[in-house]
Nanobody
Framework: QVQLVESGGGLVQPGGSLRLSCAAS????????MGWYRQAPGKRREFLAV???????NYVDSVKGRFTISRDNAKNTVNLQMNSLKGEDTAVYYC?????????WGQGTQVTVSS
């Protein structure tokens, strides 16, 4: 069983930055796909960013140029650097990993963008 634990959420003012981290319970070197989703109150879970081994990264248009996904294989973490945050970025952020056609999810971390 793979466990994913997110951290780094919190309250930030508009225009500010946060760095989310997702720690995996296994080596991530061979996990082909890892990424981030978010879910705002009353809305469906939304894809944000994905990192695939050998395939690069991909982002939803609304976060391109503001968010950056990266892996740290030494720490077994996948990170999401979020800059120029807006009120509409307020949501619970989830990381996921796809392993052998199964998806694993973390418990989520709350990000609130407000002045």
């Amino acid at each position: 069983q793979v466990q994913l634990v997110e951290s780094g959420g919190g309250l930030v003012q508009p225009g500010g930055s946060l760095r989310l981290s997702c720690a995996a319970s296994i080596d991530i070197f061979n996990i082909y796909t890892m990424g981030w989703y978010r879910q705002a109150p009353g809305k469906r879970r939304e894809f944000l960013a994905v990192d695939t081994v050998g395939g690069g990264t991909n982002y939803v248009d609304s976060v391109k140029g503001r968010f950056t996904i990266s892996r740290d294989n030494a720490k077994n973490t996948v990170n999401l650097q979020m800059n120029s945050l807006k009120g509409e970025d307020t949501a619970v952020y989830y990381c996921f990993a796809r392993i052998a056609a199964s998806d694993y999810w973390g418990q989520g971390t709350q990000v609130t963008v407000s002045s």
